[in-house]
């Protein structure tokens, strides 16, 4: 045996595209993935019937459509179709090179046929059988392929995740230990999620690894672990690009099979109109007779001995190479060198039709070779302790590494709708506790309606402008139907049936898949459960920047008002803070970050903290009034009190024009604009001292009545008037 | 006013329209409009209250909390607002102040934002100015290994923003340096005035390190010598009700 491992790691995923509607172009992705790459990676598998290493992930779309009886029959349908017309043309007059390839795709499709019955139309069963007999790993990816680092909530990532997982679950009977991430996407952070969901290892592109901090000793060589302990695996780009590339990769060869040249666009129209869209659109039949030949547009008839052959002379080819490979790297210990090559699925049969027979006859020329061949999940079995744990930045296996795929100007419109239905379901989750059937079925439904268009499939096909519409219209369904799905809930307007009808349209994961409270914080547990809840109702809202300032009766009012029964919340300026005493809410809100040199927009900063705190508390605590004591917070607190419609009572202790009593700057008459503004859209004015009644009068020309303040007043909100008229 | 508003909005016109029709200012328009809109589901909510079956404790926040009851249906907080739509049928703003930062390459990030007619009220009612005449800017901060809270920065840098924005990518930014970016006004004496404030985004590295940071944190965290990882994580848990004790 070599010294040095290979482990393949092949994704199959797709986004979800069952539609209840025949005829949906999109669901034919699923057939030919199953036709070209599913099957034949299990005749591969079944043909060699021992341990290969290798890591299959299946994505949880794939596996429920997998699993899907109508998607099943579909397909069954697809491929006697495909049968039909192969039949029909072999009745043609064909050139015998012609007819040899449709005689290859005859056979091929009756085994497909045969192979797909064999397994009871799921494939989830065979994939499972293999795994049983321990001749391959098996993992899975989130929820739909959501793309981690662009999620606003941790929540959110979680809920890819662990519903991923119970999906994957639910079909397989276990728990796999890896995950793969969509689009090989790492956070800092994301690790953190992932090893608390019981996930200990994951694959990055080569330069994560290679510009990781500290530069790990063996470079690619070996996987290293994130902080948070996940093992992350490094696609080997080198090896990887002998497969892949389209310039120096095998499936270039011209013995290949040529995948743009289709026989439904070498025939006329009424030739296979019957096997084409009812609605007359030309689509891929899947018989594809002609090999790439070469870099012309002339293309020969495919001759499926000679692609056959040339796959024996590739996987010697890349075994050879591997094997000089390892031994270059033999001098690397603890652990020994391991080449770890991550792939789409669907490279393998789909774009490259010859690629599961070249995996297959690979393993066997490994075995020539020496080369051992072992899953991620056997590797850190044996070398866990001489792993190396580093901090790995942001990036992707995507174009330029990084996020450009997923968001740039032709799909950046999405992102701000995704973070919205983020904050919502937390929303949602927080507000709603109640266990009944129908409250946890609503949020079901909107945990899968956001994960349905979370998935990284809409913004990547934007970017890529192939199926574009079909992509951004998926995209908005599924926000409209959150919307839809939550206005009923709030209006209490759902029923069960109606939900039950919903997800018949999109019968993606069984409901106990989905944690109703992923998104629930401990927080907003308690705030919403144990927060005590006489504190939400018939509050009372003081605003002030001397809540503790001796010289202003604030505290002792609001002590008095809190003994007389009101609910009392006071937001003042200081430390960032909260203290509840005597009965009272005390805020205190402080402006932070790099300093404003003017006096008048350091208050507009204070306004605006006191404004975020008020809108907070909003949530949950229902305002009966608004009483400021501060010209200096006077913006925040009228704007308040204006946009929620609540009476606004205001304190004057002193006017601009006592405190600069010969100032005429912009600062003072700035402060005397907003503070004849303020007092103008007062409800009920309070003098604290008898001096600032003139000044109220005849500079600010408020007609309303001043009333004397006094900390024991009884009953000072009498005189506000109801209801309270707006604008 | 009301009376005229419905009947506009009837006729489909925008909150923008109807303002102009009616001379009045879209806030107000906005205001009438979705206090109405919330009157109509309230009393929605009064009239199932009167069923015998579910009587549901309507809280302003909605936050219910009672033994679970057979299909007892529980109201929730305000009603969804109602947001202008395109003609997809998507809202063309939330009533959100969120600003959010991601990372789009080593020397790029995209932003959005989002402001709610209140803060735009506040700005408003403080500088007694029209929203739309205000100088927005954006303001970029290298705050890595700094504590911004504390007024720290390593630079900073702005630049003004083009009317009808609500997204931006900023570039270039240096690779492995932490941001955090401001939207805001800039007043008539010269101050950048910041509205809202994104978390803090890191830019990743792009190429191998030479001199790292990373060492001695990652070491401390992983020998649990801190509470918290000494980096940025952009994951963190979202707390609908965040700054309520």
């Given at each position: 045996m070599r010294k040095g491992y290979f482990s393949l790691v092949l994704?199959?995923?797709?986004?979800?595209?069952?539609?209840?509607?025949?005829?949906?172009?999109?669901?034919?992705?699923?057939?030919?993935?199953?036709?070209?790459?599913?099957?034949?990676l299990?005749?591969e598998i079944?043909r060699l019937e021992r341990p290969l290493g290798w890591t299959i992930?299946?994505?949880?779309?794939?596996?429920?459509?997998?699993?899907?009886?109508?998607?099943?029959?579909?397909?069954?349908?697809?491929?006697?179709?495909?049968?039909?017309?192969?039949?029909?043309?072999?009745?043609?007059?064909?050139?015998?090179?012609?007819?040899?390839?449709?005689?290859?795709?005859?056979?091929?499709?009756?085994?497909?046929?045969?192979?797909?019955?064999?397994?009871?139309?799921?494939?989830?069963?065979?994939?499972?059988?293999?795994?049983?007999?321990g001749y391959l790993e098996?993992?899975?990816?989130?929820?739909?392929?959501?793309?981690?680092?662009?999620?606003?909530?941790?929540?959110?990532?979680?809920?890819?995740?662990?519903?991923?997982?119970?999906?994957?679950?639910?079909?397989?009977?276990?728990?796999?230990?890896?995950?793969?991430?969509?689009?090989?996407?790492?956070?800092?952070?994301?690790?953190?999620?992932?090893?608390?969901?019981?996930?200990?290892y994951?694959f990055?592109d080569e330069?994560?690894i290679l510009?990781?901090?500290?530069?790990p000793k063996h470079g690619i060589g070996a996987p290293v672990?994130?902080?948070?302990?996940?093992a992350?695996f490094p696609r080997d780009q080198i090896i990887s690009g002998r497969i892949w590339s389209s310039v120096i990769g095998y499936p270039g060869h011209?013995d290949y099979?040529?995948?743009?040249?289709?026989?439904?666009?070498?025939?006329?129209?009424?030739?296979?109109?019957?096997?084409?869209?009812?609605?007359?659109?030309?689509?891929?039949?899947?018989?594809?007779?002609?090999?790439?030949?070469?870099?012309?547009?002339?293309?020969?008839?495919?001759?499926?001995?000679?692609a056959w052959k040339r796959t024996d002379v590739h996987a010697n080819d890349f075994a050879e190479a591997l094997a000089n490979h390892l031994d270059e790297q033999s001098g690397q210990d603890f652990p020994p060198f391991l080449v770890t090559a991550p792939f789409d699925a669907?490279l393998f049969?789909?774009?490259w039709?010859e690629g599961p027979d070249f995996l297959g006859k690979t393993m066997e020329r490994f075995e020539d070779y020496g080369i051992e061949s072992i899953s991620p999940a056997m590797f850190l079995e044996r070398h866990?302790?001489d792993i190396?744990?580093?901090?790995?930045?942001?990036?992707?296996?995507?174009?330029?590494?990084?996020?450009?795929?997923?968001?740039?100007?032709?799909?950046?419109?999405?992102?701000?709708?995704?973070?919205?239905?983020?904050?919502?379901?937390?929303?949602?989750?927080?507000?709603?506790?109640?266990?009944?059937?129908?409250?946890?079925?609503?949020?079901?439904?909107?945990?899968?309606?956001?994960?349905?268009?979370?998935?990284?499939?809409?913004?990547?096909?934007?970017?890529?402008?192939?199926?574009?519409?079909?992509?951004?219209?998926?995209?908005?369904?599924?926000?409209?139907?959150?919307?839809?799905?939550?206005?009923?809930?709030?209006?209490?307007?759902?029923?069960?049936?109606?939900?039950?009808?919903?997800?018949?349209?999109?019968?993606?994961?069984?409901?106990?898949?989905?944690?109703?409270?992923?998104?629930?914080?401990?927080?907003?547990?308690?705030?919403?459960?144990?927060?005590?809840?006489?504190?939400?109702?018939?509050?009372?809202?003081?605003?002030?920047?001397?809540?503790?300032?001796?010289?202003?009766?604030?505290?002792?009012?609001?002590?008095?008002?809190?003994?007389?029964?009101?609910?009392?919340?006071?937001?003042?300026?200081?430390?960032?803070?909260?203290?509840?005493?005597?009965?009272?809410?005390?805020?205190?809100?402080?402006?932070?970050?790099?300093?404003?040199?003017?006096?008048?927009?350091?208050?507009?900063?204070?306004?605006?903290?006191?404004?975020?705190?008020?809108?907070?508390?909003?949530?949950?605590?229902?305002?009966?009034?608004?009483?400021?004591?501060?010209?200096?917070?006077?913006?925040?607190?009228?704007?308040?009190?204006?946009?929620?419609?609540?009476?606004?009572?205001?304190?004057?202790?002193?006017?601009?024009?006592?405190?600069?009593?010969?100032?005429?700057?912009?600062?003072?008459?700035?402060?005397?604009?907003?503070?004849?503004?303020?007092?103008?859209?007062?409800?009920?004015?309070?003098?604290?001292?008898?001096?600032?009644?003139?000044?109220?009068?005849?500079?600010?020309?408020?007609?309303?009545?001043?009333?004397?303040?006094?900390?024991?007043?009884?009953?000072?909100?009498?005189?506000?008037?109801?209801?309270?008229?707006?604008? | 006013?009301?009376?005229?508003?419905?009947?506009?909005?009837?006729?489909?016109?925008?909150?923008?329209?109807?303002?102009?029709?009616?001379?009045?200012?879209?806030?107000?328009?906005?205001?009438?409009?979705?206090?109405?809109?919330?009157?109509?589901?309230?009393?929605?909510?009064?009239?199932?209250?009167?069923?015998?079956?579910?009587?549901?404790?309507?809280?302003?926040?909605?936050?219910?909390?009672?033994?679970?009851?057979?299909?007892?249906?529980?109201?929730?907080?305000?009603?969804?607002?109602?947001?202008?739509?395109?003609?997809?049928?998507?809202?063309?703003?939330?009533?959100?102040?969120?600003?959010?930062?991601?990372?789009?390459?080593?020397?790029?990030?995209?932003?959005?934002?989002?402001?709610?007619?209140?803060?735009?009220?506040?700005?408003?009612?403080?500088?007694?100015?029209?929203?739309?005449?205000?100088?927005?800017?954006?303001?970029?901060?290298?705050?890595?290994?700094?504590?911004?809270?504390?007024?720290?920065?390593?630079?900073?840098?702005?630049?003004?923003?083009?009317?009808?924005?609500?997204?931006?990518?900023?570039?270039?930014?240096?690779?492995?340096?932490?941001?955090?970016?401001?939207?805001?006004?800039?007043?008539?004496?010269?101050?950048?005035?910041?509205?809202?404030?994104?978390?803090?985004?890191?830019?990743?590295?792009?190429?191998?390190?030479?001199?790292?940071?990373?060492?001695?944190?990652?070491?401390?965290?992983?020998?649990?010598?801190?509470?918290?990882?000494?980096?940025?994580?952009?994951?963190?848990?979202?707390?609908?009700?965040?700054?309520?004790?």
């Amino acid at each position: 045996m070599r010294k040095g491992y290979f482990s393949l790691v092949l994704h199959a995923h797709l986004p979800y595209i069952r539609h209840q509607e025949a005829h949906r172009l999109e669901e034919r992705w699923m057939y030919e993935a199953i036709s070209e790459t599913y099957i034949p990676l299990l005749w591969e598998i079944d043909r060699l019937e021992r341990p290969l290493g290798w890591t299959i992930s299946i994505s949880p779309p794939v596996i429920e459509m997998l699993a899907d009886s109508l998607i099943q029959d579909r397909y069954v349908e697809h491929l006697d179709d495909t049968l039909r017309l192969i039949e029909q043309e072999l009745q043609r007059e064909l050139v015998n090179e012609e007819r040899d390839a449709l005689l290859f795709y005859k056979e091929r499709y009756h085994d497909l046929k045969v192979t797909f019955e064999h397994w009871g139309r799921n494939l989830n069963h065979a994939f499972r059988h293999y795994k049983k007999q321990g001749y391959l790993e098996l993992m899975t990816c989130t929820a739909t392929h959501g793309f981690s680092p662009h999620m606003l909530s941790e929540q959110a990532a979680r809920s890819e995740i662990q519903t991923g997982l119970n999906c994957f679950e639910r079909h397989y009977g276990y728990r796999p230990t890896g995950l793969w991430m969509p689009e090989c996407a790492y956070t800092p952070g994301l690790d953190k999620i992932m090893y608390e969901e019981g996930i200990r290892y994951t694959f990055v592109d080569e330069h994560s690894i290679l510009n990781a901090d500290p530069t790990p000793k063996h470079g690619i060589g070996a996987p290293v672990y994130s902080p948070h302990g996940v093992a992350l695996f490094p696609r080997d780009q080198i090896i990887s690009g002998r497969i892949w590339s389209s310039v120096i990769g095998y499936p270039g060869h011209p013995d290949y099979r040529e995948f743009y040249r289709d026989l439904a666009y070498d025939r006329e129209w009424d030739q296979i109109a019957e096997f084409m869209h009812p609605e007359g659109l030309r689509y891929d039949t899947g018989l594809k007779l002609h090999r790439v030949t070469g870099e012309s547009d002339q293309k020969e008839y495919y001759v499926r001995d000679w692609a056959w052959k040339r796959t024996d002379v590739h996987a010697n080819d890349f075994a050879e190479a591997l094997a000089n490979h390892l031994d270059e790297q033999s001098g690397q210990d603890f652990p020994p060198f391991l080449v770890t090559a991550p792939f789409d699925a669907e490279l393998f049969g789909h774009w490259w039709f010859e690629g599961p027979d070249f995996l297959g006859k690979t393993m066997e020329r490994f075995e020539d070779y020496g080369i051992e061949s072992i899953s991620p999940a056997m590797f850190l079995e044996r070398h866990f302790q001489d792993i190396e744990t580093v901090h790995i930045a942001m990036g992707t296996w995507g174009r330029k590494g990084y996020a450009d795929v997923w968001i740039n100007e032709r799909n950046d419109w999405m992102i701000r709708h995704l973070h919205q239905l983020e904050k919502r379901l937390a929303g949602v989750v927080a507000r709603n506790r109640h266990q009944d059937e129908l409250t946890v079925k609503a949020k079901r439904q909107l945990i899968r309606e956001y994960l349905l268009a979370v998935s990284s499939d809409w913004p990547f096909i934007l970017d890529g402008q192939t199926t574009a519409q079909y992509a951004a219209n998926r995209f908005r369904e599924h926000i409209k139907r959150f919307e839809e799905t939550e206005r009923r809930l709030d209006a209490q307007e759902l029923t069960l049936d109606w939900l039950e009808e919903r997800y018949a349209e999109y019968p993606f994961l069984a409901d106990t898949d989905i944690e109703p409270d992923v998104f629930l914080t401990p927080h907003d547990y308690y705030v919403a459960v144990q927060r005590e809840a006489s504190w939400n109702s018939e509050a009372v809202l003081l605003v002030t920047t001397q809540y503790d300032d001796p010289n202003r009766p604030v505290a002792e009012y609001a002590k008095r008002l809190a003994a007389s029964g009101e609910n009392v919340y006071v937001i003042t300026s200081g430390a960032t803070g909260y203290r509840h005493e005597d009965g009272i809410h005390v805020y205190s809100v402080e402006v932070n970050g790099l300093p404003l040199v003017q006096t008048y927009n350091q208050l507009a900063g204070l306004n605006l903290a006191v404004l975020r705190q008020a809108q907070a508390l909003n949530k949950i605590v229902e305002f009966r009034l608004v009483h400021n004591f501060n010209m200096e917070t006077a913006s925040a607190a009228q704007s308040f009190a204006e946009m929620n419609g609540l009476p606004l009572v205001s304190n004057v202790y002193d006017l601009e024009s006592e405190r600069s009593p010969s100032g005429t700057g912009g600062l003072v008459v700035a402060i005397k604009r907003l503070e004849g503004e303020a007092l103008r859209h007062s409800d009920v004015i309070y003098l604290e001292r008898e001096e600032a009644r003139n000044g109220i009068e005849q500079d600010y020309h408020v007609a309303k009545e001043l009333r004397t303040f006094q900390v024991d007043l009884e009953n000072p909100y009498q005189h506000i008037m109801n209801p309270k008229k707006n604008g | 006013m009301l009376e005229k508003i419905i009947k506009l909005k009837e006729q489909g016109l925008t909150i923008k329209q109807i303002a102009e029709k009616i001379e009045s200012t879209e806030g107000k328009v906005k205001y009438a409009w979705s206090k109405y809109r919330k009157s109509l589901t309230e009393n929605k909510a009064v009239s199932t209250e009167s069923s015998p079956v579910a009587k549901p404790k309507k809280k302003k926040a909605g936050v219910t909390v009672s033994a679970p009851k057979q299909n007892e249906i529980v109201p929730a907080l305000t009603a969804v607002p109602s947001l202008e739509r395109d003609a997809f049928g998507m809202a063309t703003h939330y009533e959100d102040d969120i600003i959010h930062a991601i990372v789009q390459s080593p020397t790029a990030v995209y932003v959005y934002w989002e402001l709610s007619e209140l803060s735009r009220k506040m700005l408003e009612t403080h500088y007694h100015a029209s929203f739309d005449s205000f100088r927005k800017e954006m303001r970029i901060i290298d705050v890595t290994l700094r504590d911004y809270e504390k007024g720290e920065v390593n630079r900073s840098y702005q630049f003004e923003l083009p009317e009808m924005t609500n997204t931006w990518f900023v570039r270039p930014l240096m690779p492995n340096t932490t941001y955090i970016i401001e939207w805001g006004i800039q007043t008539i004496d010269g101050d950048f005035l910041p509205v809202l404030r994104s978390k803090p985004v890191e830019t990743p590295r792009d190429e191998p390190v030479v001199d790292g940071r990373f060492s001695e944190v990652v070491a401390r965290w992983q020998y649990g010598e801190v509470e918290q990882p000494e980096w940025v994580e952009v994951l963190r848990p979202y707390s609908y009700f965040d700054r309520i004790r």
